[in-house]
């Protein structure tokens, strides 16, 4: 059984930094993209950034320069370290993979989500 385990949110005050972490179990993933995704109240859900499965990363022009993320391939797991945070960062944050395919597509549709973790960014 494939999951993903995201942990890290929490409540932070804006400027601050705070890292997720995503566990992937239940088979091979070294032949997937993987990466976050995020979704504020009242809003649809958007691409933050991806660990691409043939090299290289990607990010969504909002978090640009403040988050960065990274992927132990040997543990099978992906990180979002996001500094800078700001209180338009605030939303449920979803783990993300995609088998031989990008995640930052327009319309991409991961293979497999995590359940999501908060992160609240108080002014």
């Known amino acids: 059984q494939v999951q993903l385990v995201e942990s890290g949110g929490g409540l932070v005050q804006a400027g601050d930094s705070l890292r997720l972490s995503c566990a992937a179990s239940g088979r091979t993933f070294s032949d997937h993209s993987m990466g976050w995704f995020r979704q504020a109240p009242g809003k649809e859900r958007e691409f933050v950034a991806a660990d691409r499965w043939s090299g290289g990363t990607d990010y969504a022009d909002s978090v640009q320069g403040r988050f960065s993320v990274s992927r132990d391939k040997s543990k099978n797991i992906v990180y979002l370290q996001m500094n800078s945070l700001k209180p338009e960062d605030t939303a449920v944050y979803y783990c993300?993979?995609?088998?031989?395919?990008?995640?930052?597509?327009?319309?991409?549709?991961?293979?497999?989500w995590g359940q999501g973790t908060q992160v609240t960014v108080s002014s």
């Open positions: 993300a993979a995609k088998r031989l395919g990008l995640l930052v597509r327009i319309g991409a549709k991961p293979d497999y």
